[in-house]
Nanobody, 122 residues
Framework: QVQLKESGGGSVQAGGSLRLSCAIS?????VAWFRQAPGEERAFVAS???????DNADSIMGRSTLHNDAPKNILDLQLENLRPEANGTYYC???????????????????WGQGTQVTVSS
């Protein structure tokens, strides 16, 4: 069992930045961040894959960068130049098997955190 806990959400004005943190209880194979806006499905933001590579979604919400603190099992998501489109709940997810063809999809991750809320005002 892998447990994940997100933190760092909050409210910012458009153009601002936030750093979200995901604390992971055990070493997973891969870890990803997803965003869910109200009334919408969860959408892929970024991932640290089991081969050490990263993926980032092309996004209209701003810029995202992953920061991996492997010794502490923490994966941070740095969000910059945020736009109102970035509003939503951000979830951290992990999996041990990490099928490559599902790496950008919700179905590719078995373990999920409770989420942290991000609000961007214009």
């Amino acid at each position: 069992q892998v447990q994940l806990k997100e933190s760092g959400g909050g409210s910012v004005q458009a153009g601002g930045s936030l750093r979200l943190s995901c604390a992971i209880s055990a070493v997973p194979g891969c870890v990803a961040w997803f965003r869910q806006a109200p009334g919408e499905e969860r959408a892929f933001v970024a991932s640290l894959n089991n081969d050490g590579t990263t993926d980032n979604a092309d996004s209209i919400m701003g810029r995202s960068t992953l920061h991996n603190d492997a010794p502490k099992n923490i994966l941070d998501l740095q969000l910059e130049n945020l736009r109102p489109e970035a509003n939503g709940t951000y979830y951290c997810a992990a999996d041990r098997q990490c099928p490559k063809w599902l790496s950008l999809q919700v179905a590719g991750y078995q373990y999920w955190g409770q989420g942290t809320q991000v609000t961007v005002s214009s």
